[in-house]
């Protein structure tokens, strides 16, 4: 696990709650783009995110630091966001006690400040995004987490709770849908570093 987020961890575990708002800040931005990714909408990715810090903040005792820490909460936040994605029922805010507690401050909720806004704003990129949200949930997850943030194989496994094996099968199928919906057209062989490159222009830097 990473040097730092070990120290912030075992920091707040000691009672020092402002470190938990530091491991907040590093990892908010990420966690709203994926979100966002996978549920479309951008008040509800803000409320997952705020759920899924909520939770791993009662639940850190438990981390046993055997994955890497924004592993650990993506898995949290993928299951956040497909429970709310399938239930649509509402999330717990930070409102209260907790938003005390750990130093949150609520995501600003208006789109163009979300992380995810600026990735649309050419042509091409609101091509992508568009084609994207086309996706199965299954497909989608898989390549927002492998060719957007450019997570492994396996930790993608541990995150969604499937095989490696699985995980590689989804995001072909993933790769050659998307090919599909892009260049409809397109005959021979896909060339999918062509497809990888194309969504590097909307991962957040």
Do not use: C
Not at 56 to 67: E, P
Not at 80 to 96: D, H, M
């Amino acid at each position: 696990m990473n040097h730092d987020d070990r120290r912030l961890i075992a920091e707040v575990l000691a009672g020092q709650t402002s470190a938990y708002a530091e491991l907040v800040r590093r990892y908010q931005g990420r966690l709203l783009n994926v979100v966002f990714r996978v549920l479309d909408n951008a008040e509800d990715a803000a409320d997952v995110v705020q759920d899924t810090f909520v939770n791993a903040y009662q639940s850190l005792g438990s981390f046993k630091g055997d994955a890497e820490f924004y592993t650990w909460l993506y898995r949290i936040a993928f299951n956040t966001a497909i429970s709310a994605k399938r239930k649509r029922r509402p999330t717990v805010s930070l409102e209260g006690r907790r938003e005390q507690d750990v130093g949150t401050d609520p995501a600003d909720r208006g789109r163009d400040n979300f992380p995810g806004a600026n990735l649309e704003r050419t042509d091409d990129e609101k091509l992508l995004a568009d084609a994207i949200r086309k996706l199965s949930e299954e497909h989608r997850a898989v390549l927002v987490l492998k060719d957007l943030e450019g997570l492994r194989y396996d930790e993608i496994a541990g995150i969604i709770g499937v095989p490696v094996g699985t995980v590689r099968s989804r995001l072909n199928r993933a790769r050659l849908e998307l090919r599909g919906i892009l260049n409809p057209t397109a005959s021979g062989p896909l060339d999918f570093g062509s497809t990888e490159g194309e969504l590097r222009t909307v991962k957040r830097s």
